[in-house]
Nanobody, 123 residues
Framework: QVRLVESGGGLVQAGGSLRLSCVAS????????MGWFRQAPGKEREFVAV????????YSVDSVKGRFTISRDSAKNTVDLQMNSLEPEDTAVYYC????????????????WGQGTQVTVSS
């Protein structure tokens, strides 16, 4: 059974930092790409960043570039999202997901999902 379990969310003031972590288990993820999405109240789930398990090649959306960094530890089967200079607009539930391409940007393109972790940024 595939499991993706996120952790690290919480309440932080604007300008602060959080590090989210996603632990993957239940299968080999060779050939998969790990993404982070977020969903704010009343909004659609949106893509944030993605990374290749094998090469470490990554991509993130413009709104988080320079603030968020995605990384992976293949030996530990973990994917992290380091979030710095957080803004109230970053408030959302953050989800980890596994898909088959670095170019996937839409939730329906991803095969596996975690349960999410809440990030709240106060102004």
């Amino acid at each position: 059974q595939v499991r993706l379990v996120e952790s690290g969310g919480g309440l932080v003031q604007a300008g602060g930092s959080l590090r989210l972590s996603c632990v993957a288990s239940g299968r080999t993820f060779t050939g998969y790409f790990m993404g982070w999405f977020r969903q704010a109240p009343g909004k659609e789930r949106e893509f944030v960043a993605v990374i290749s398990w094998e090469s470490g090649l990554s991509y993130s959306v413009d709104s988080v570039k320079g603030r968020f960094t995605i990384s992976r530890d293949s030996a530990k089967n973990t994917v992290d999202l380091q979030m710095n200079s957080l803004e109230p607009e970053d408030t959302a539930v953050y989800y980890c997901a596994a898909g088959r391409s670095l170019y996937y940007r839409h939730p329906h393109e991803y095969d596996y999902w975690g349960q999410g972790t809440q990030v709240t940024v106060s102004s």
